[in-house]
């Protein structure tokens, strides 16, 4: 079963307007990453955060981890049409000898338009 | 760098015949994951290397498939006899320490 879930599933807004996307996970984690999916490609990695970490940005991302909550949430400020694409959270587990072995989330699927 | 690479990037084959998909993982880079993707199922975790080395296969839905990795810099994912519903998008992913980078899969469909 996969430990992230992201919400919502589906996200429709338009251009420059901001998109927050919910991850919610189940198990104690070293870090949570936030990748991005553009239809037919490879997953690109956006943003890593650490769990001694409450919040994170990279440009136009803002993360945040409540791991009091198991949450975390990523944030697009000024979104542009290129933005859209779906974007997962993964998880690596606390301990072990895991070798950074990820669980990702279904996914959300972000619409931006023009 | 030119990434993590994968061949092909699209397989069409027909059932019961064997299938080898291939991947170059990014230099430097001691893990490497393969993952499965579907509709259905999103993005699951087929088996992953560590120092070439198998860690965990768990994910690896049945004995038609296996995987290894004789060297740093190249792994296969081999499925036989293929059937129709491993139809998917197959991503190779490496990583040192923490972000993966992905390849940009195989896409399988078997008739």
């Known amino acids: 079963s996969q430990q992230g879930e992201e919400d919502p599933q589906a996200l429709s807004i338009q251009e420059g307007e901001n998109a927050t996307m919910n991850c919610s996970y189940k198990?104690?984690?070293?870090?949570l990453q936030w990748y991005r999916q553009n239809s037919g490609r490879g997953l690109v990695h956006l943003i890593l955060i650490r769990s001694n970490e409450r919040e994170k940005h990279s440009g136009r991302l803002r993360v945040t981890l409540d791991t009091s909550k198991k949450s975390s949430s990523l944030l697009i400020t000024a979104s542009r049409a290129a933005d859209t694409a779906s974007y997962f959270c993964a998880t690596a587990s606390a301990g072990g000898t895991s070798y950074g072995k990820l669980t990702f989330g279904q996914g959300t699927i972000l619409t931006v338009h023009p | 760098d030119a990434g993590v690479i994968q061949s092909p990037r699209h397989e069409v084959t027909e059932m019961g015949q064997e299938v080898t998909l291939r991947c170059k993982p990014i230099?430097?880079?001691?893990?490497l994951f393969w993952y499965r993707q579907t509709m259905m199922r999103g993005l699951e975790l087929l088996i992953y290397?560590?120092?070439?080395?198998?860690?965990?296969d768990s994910g690896m839905p049945e004995d038609r498939f296996s995987a290894k990795m004789p060297n740093a810099s190249f792994s296969t994912l081999k499925i036989q006899p293929s059937e129709p519903r491993d139809s998917a998008v197959y991503f190779c992913a490496s990583s040192f320490k923490s972000g993966y980078t992905f390849g940009s899969g195989t896409r399988l469909t078997v008739v």
């Open positions: 198990t104690s984690i070293n870090n």
């Open positions: 290397f560590n120092n070439n080395v198998p860690i965990d």
């Open positions: 230099s430097g880079h001691n893990s």
